[in-house]
């Protein structure tokens, strides 16, 4: 079995949910010698989380951001972790039910996804910096 790990960085992106499939898949190529395995994706950020769901129709994006920011809204009484403004909290919460992580099926050096799938950068941050992630891939 192989492993390869890689840790990268991306850009900074607006608050909202933001196909990364294509650039995780340029991000580590290793990929392609792997024919049946596994790729974790892990985000390093308590702020910000990853999900898979639909790559085709940009509004479901749309949707993602509107539906958790009623589920989860800013400027509630009962926080207490303000500090960093009012998306502070509300984007702790949203990773928390989002998640830090996703694993994808390899198969025949390539991402097993569904048709209609990619993954997400889930950015709950008005202003984030970049996001890190671990990328591991394993596999024969």
């Not at 608050?15 to 995780?24: A, D, M, N, P, Q």
């Not at 990929?31 to 910000?48: N, P």
């Not at 198969?107 to 997400?120: F, M, P, V």
């Amino acid at each position: 079995m192989e492993f390869y790990q890689k840790e990268i960085k991306l850009d900074a992106c607006p608050r909202g949910f933001h196909l990364i499939t294509s650039y995780i898949i340029s991000a580590i190529p290793e990929i392609s010698s792997i024919k049946i395995g596994q790729l974790q994706v892990f985000i390093k950020h308590t702020s910000a989380s990853l999900t898979i769901n639909e790559n085709a129709d940009p509004t479901v994006r749309l949707d993602f951001e509107s539906h958790i920011n009623l589920m989860v809204p800013e400027n509630q009484s009962y926080y207490k972790h303000t500090f960093e403004g009012p998306d502070d909290m509300p984007a702790h919460i949203k990773s928390s039910l989002m998640g830090t992580s996703v694993q994808i099926p390899i198969t025949n050096g390539r991402l097993n996804l569904g048709i209609w799938q990619g993954i997400y950068l889930c950015e709950h941050r008005n202003k984030a910096a970049g996001r890190n992630l671990v990328l591991t891939a394993f596999g024969n």
